[in-house]
T-cell receptor, first 114, second 110 residues
Framework: NAGVTQTPKFQVLKTGQSMTLQCAQD?????MYWYRQDPGMGLRLIYY???????DKGEVPNGYNVSRLNKREFSLRLESAAPSQTSVYFC?????????????FGPGTRLTVL | GNSVTQMEGPVTLSEEAFLTINCTYT??????LFWYVQYPGEGLQLLLK?????DKGSNKGFEATYRKETTSFHLEKGSVQVSDSAVYFC?????????FGPGTSLSVIP
């Protein structure tokens, strides 16, 4: 099992460019999450999907959109990147959808916006 | 508010020293509590968890006990190794999400 995979691993964008971060899990999990990690801030939830076909905003959703393409895949889109979106982005999944289950994380995407 | 607080560090210890990383949380309902670990350049992975009061989670020599009366979940290890150098995150469930603390960086020197 690959677990949670993310692409790309690294990306550099110019202000105003758009991109999509891809995430896939092969554990048949119901819930998927997108976080960003910034120094001194811990992990902040951007969006999550409790089950296929549903998405909800987290703590810091502004400037992002998500798509739960199917049970396996959950993508994060930056429509017009800003330097404040420079961060490390992690995708995670869990089985139960009620937050009680362990979350499994991908290796992260390191994004720099110039 | 709904939060998790932990000592931010960085913490530097010599090999075989005793480790404690404090974690407290706001008590909303009956959350499950977790410690995650992040090694350099990697994503987070679960270290241990406890789902109800007085439960003790343990793994790889690390332990933490769910203390409802003090709303705490302190991480301890009796003898740290260089390979334990990482960032440690305390976390709690909140409805259908997980709230993470800011992380504590640990460096263990030989």
């Amino acid at each position: 099992n690959a677990g949670v995979t993310q692409t790309p691993k690294f990306q550099v964008l110019k202000t105003g460019q758009s991109m999509t971060l891809q995430c896939a899990q092969d554990m048949n999990h119901n819930s998927m999450y997108w976080y960003r990690q910034d120094p001194g801030m811990g992990l902040r939830l951007i969006y999550y999907s409790a089950s296929e076909g549903t998405t909800d905003k987290g703590e810091v959703p502004n400037g992002y959109n998500v798509s739960r393409l199917n049970k396996r895949e959950f993508s994060l889109r930056l429509e017009s990147a800003a330097p404040s979106q420079t961060s490390v982005y992690f995708c995670a999944s869990s089985g139960g959808g009620r937050g009680t289950d362990t979350q499994y994380f991908g290796p992260g995407t390191r994004l720099t916006v110039l | 508010g709904n939060s998790v607080t932990q000592m931010e560090g960085p913490v530097t210890l010599s090999e075989e020293a005793f480790l404690t990383i404090n974690c407290t949380y706001t008590a909303t309902g009956y959350p499950s509590l977790f410690w995650y670990v992040q090694y350099p350049g990697e994503g987070l992975q679960l270290l241990l968890k406890a789902t109800k009061a007085d439960d003790k989670g343990s793994n790889k020599g690390f332990e933490a006990t769910y203390r409802k009366e003090t709303t705490s979940f302190h991480l301890e290890k009796g003898s740290v190794q260089v390979s334990d150098s990482a960032v440690y995150f305390c976390a709690k469930t909140s409805y259908d999400k997980v709230i993470f603390g800011p992380g504590t960086s640990l460096s263990v020197i030989p």
